[in-house]
């Protein structure tokens, strides 16, 4: 039985915390969209993803985590395809596709940052991400509507 001395106080939680270095940090499987994905065209289930993952970073992960990262992965694929009109890779020559996934991943990483500090659930991070995606496609949408509406008055 643990006496209430026994419990550390937040302030000495706070200094471990700070002590804490990257290595023991969980890791962000969102930078490994690509890989994650790679692994699911190969037939991998997300166990094994999560085995294969666990085994190359030396950590322990979850196959839960690898599917919600390869959801919003494949959300950011799907986002970068419908709004501005890319294709998906065809392969590491094309710098701009690249650059791109590198900044979607970097979009989720600083999101699922602030989400950390608010302390919101992931789920509703992943709303939060949903509803940036559906405002990008409605401005998108609206600017496209206003165009054409411009291009019928001069027709006339």
Known sequence: MTS????????MLL?????????DAPIDLNSYGNVIDQLRDKNYSFGKIAEWLSDRLGRRINKGAVFR??????????????TMGIEPPHGDDDLAENEIDDFAQEIVADVRKVAMRRRVTESMMNEALRRAAAIVDQNEDDERAAEDADNLSTEA
Do not use: F, M
């Open 4 to 11: 209430k001395t026994d419990i550390p106080s937040p302030e």
């Open 69 to 82: 990262s390869h959801q919003i992965w494949l959300q950011w694929q799907k986002l970068n395809e419908s």
């Open 15 to 23: 200094v471990e915390a700070e002590g804490a270095v990257d290595r």
